[in-house]
């Protein structure tokens, strides 16, 4: 897609999420975060331009890539990491500039070795922002922790990971429930688990992100509470993947 292409789609996403806010009976606020995995960093720039500050990568080898190339043009670009973790490559993620939130936190191994790690930087006197990503649909090949585990997990951040800051819950979802009418299960499950964890802790609910919508379903997220859409194929086109 040209650069005039995705900054028009940029627009008219981010109209569409302010009108699915206005009647949205379960979030009053809704950011985008721009997934360009696959995609060139002059994309990413033409959105920048346009004042998109949140961006998705999936893969550390990719995040490390146009962190770096962007580094010097895009100086408060906020990066999220929204692949699955290794525990050999965290050091990598933290040491890619302009990450801002790690969305994919599954188990307290992984919390432990980001907050060691993100500790060591000159940065850590800001936290690094993490979400537990939450396995809503039960499949095996969908990250994400168990969700009736997800509360402590959540909590094991705010008191043991001094270098984090936890920020809510992340789900991928089923496809079939993405491309079902009406209310999605998975959701709807994420939405429940903040509330769970609201109400064990005393904190406010509305404090902390809820991560879910992604192209096929974000209009529909944002009516089930979401609070940060992660939108890659609507925005940049369909994604080619070359053979290695
Ligand atoms: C690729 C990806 C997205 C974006 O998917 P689209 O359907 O292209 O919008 C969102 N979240 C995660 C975790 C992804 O890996």
Redesign the pocket.
């Known amino acids: 897609m040209s650069v005039e292409t995705v900054q028009r789609s940029l627009q008219n996403i981010l109209e569409a999420i302010s009108n699915a806010i206005t009647t949205s009976p379960a979030t009053k606020k809704c950011r985008l975060v721009a997934?360009s995995?696959t995609k060139p960093a002059e994309l990413i720039e033409a959105c920048y331009i346009k004042g998109q500050r949140h961006f998705?990568e999936?893969y550390v080898q990719e995040l490390e890539e146009k962190s770096a190339a962007l580094e010097s043009k895009a100086s408060d670009i906020r990066w999220h990491f929204?692949?699955q973790v290794q525990s050999n490559k965290i050091g990598k993620i933290c040491g890619s500039p302009g990450i801002w939130c790690v969305?994919?936190i599954e188990n307290e191994k992984h919390a432990r070795l980001f907050d060691t790690e993100w500790s060591k930087k000159e940065a850590a006197q800001t936290p690094l922002r993490v979400l537990v990503q939450v396995n809503t649909s039960e499949e095996d090949n969908k990250g994400g922790i168990e969700l009736s585990e997800a509360p402590k997990l959540a909590e094991f951040i705010r008191k043991e990971c001094r270098s984090l800051k936890f920020d809510g819950f992340?789900t991928?979802g089923s496809f079939d429930n993405s491309h079902a009418d009406g209310v999605n299960p998975d959701f709807e499950k994420l939405f429940r688990v903040r509330q769970q964890w609201a109400e064990q802790t005393g904190e406010s609910a509305d404090s902390v992100e809820l991560s879910m919508g992604?192209?096929?379903d974000?209009l529909q997220a944002i009516q089930q509470g979401s609070t940060s859409v992660?939108?890659?194929?609507?925005?940049f086109g369909a994604?080619e993947y070359k053979n290695k």
Request: charged share 30%.
């Open positions: 997934v995995k998705g999936n929204i692949g969305e994919t992340m991928i992604m192209s096929d974000f992660r939108v890659g194929s609507k925005l994604r």
